[in-house]
Nanobody, 120 residues
Framework: QLQFVESGGGLVQPGGSLRLSCAAS????????IGWFRQAPGKEREGVAC????????GYADSVKGRFTISRDNDTNTMYLQMNDLEPADTAVYYC?????????????WGQGAQVTVSA
């Protein structure tokens, strides 16, 4: 069975850090395109970061550049999103995903979501 199990969400103060994890099973991440998305209340889901393995490209949304880092550990088959200098605007449910390219419609496996709340 192909699936992700997400962990690492929570409540953090502005300026703080969190790391989200997504453990994959049933497939390997090393040749997959992987991405992180988020959805805030009343807003559409938006892309945050992506690694396109076939093209060797890593990309970030402008709103998180310099603060967030996407990575993966092929030994543990786990992907991560390190989030630093968090802002209240980062509050959302975060989803990991895997697919064939960094276009939103190319992602076909999703994690269950992790709530991140940034508040004083």
């Amino acid at each position: 069975q192909l699936q992700f199990v997400e962990s690492g969400g929570g409540l953090v103060q502005p300026g703080g850090s969190l790391r989200l994890s997504c453990a994959a099973s049933g497939f390997t991440l090393d040749h997959s395109t992987i991405g992180w998305f988020r959805q805030a209340p009343g807003k559409e889901r938006e892309g945050v970061a992506c690694i396109d393995s076939s093209r060797g490209i890593t990309g970030y949304a402008d709103s998180v550049k310099g603060r967030f880092t996407i990575s993966r550990d092929n030994d543990t088959n786990t992907m991560y999103l390190q989030m630093n200098d968090l802002e209240p605007a980062d509050t959302a449910v975060y989803y990991c995903a895997a697919g064939s390219s960094c276009h939103y419609t190319a992602f076909n496996l999703w994690g269950q979501g992790a709530q991140v709340t940034v508040s004083a």
